[in-house]
């Protein structure tokens, strides 16, 4: 049984860092995109950033690009996003996803093309 369990979500004032996981488990994600996708309130749900598994490309929603960082340790199974200088729009909820790296690299950004989703952690950032 694949599970995503996130972690590391909180409260934090603008400015500030966070550090979210995901552990995965269940499944052999070679070769997979795993992801971070969020939904703020009252909003769809949105792209932050992919990891591609085997060689470790990445990509970024561009509300996100030199603050937020994904990385993977696949000794662990984990992905990680680093978040800095937060602020109060990155509020939402976070959700891991992994899902075969798609044929074309557009449409990482997409969340129909992830097979497996966790239960989400909350970020909320104070002004």
């Known amino acids: 049984q694949v599970q995503l369990v996130e972690s590391g979500g909180g409260l934090v004032q603008a400015g500030g860092s966070l550090r979210l996981s995901c552990a995965a488990s269940g499944h052999t994600f070679s070769g997979y995109a795993l992801g971070w996708f969020r939904r703020a309130p009252g909003k769809e749900r949105e792209f932050v950033a992919t990891?591609?598994?085997?060689?470790?490309?990445?990509y970024y929603a561009d509300s996100v690009k030199g603050r937020f960082t994904i990385s993977r340790d696949n000794a662990k199974n984990t992905v990680y996003l680093q978040m800095k200088r937060l602020e109060p729009e990155d509020t939402a909820d976070y959700y891991c996803?992994?899902?075969?790296?798609?044929?074309?690299?557009?449409?990482?950004?997409?969340?129909?093309?992830?097979?497996?989703w966790g239960q989400g952690t909350q970020v909320i950032v104070s002004s």
């Open positions: 996803a992994a899902g075969p790296f798609p044929r074309r690299e557009h449409l990482v950004g997409i969340g129909a093309m992830y097979d497996y």
């Open positions: 990891i591609r598994e085997d060689d470790g490309s990445t």
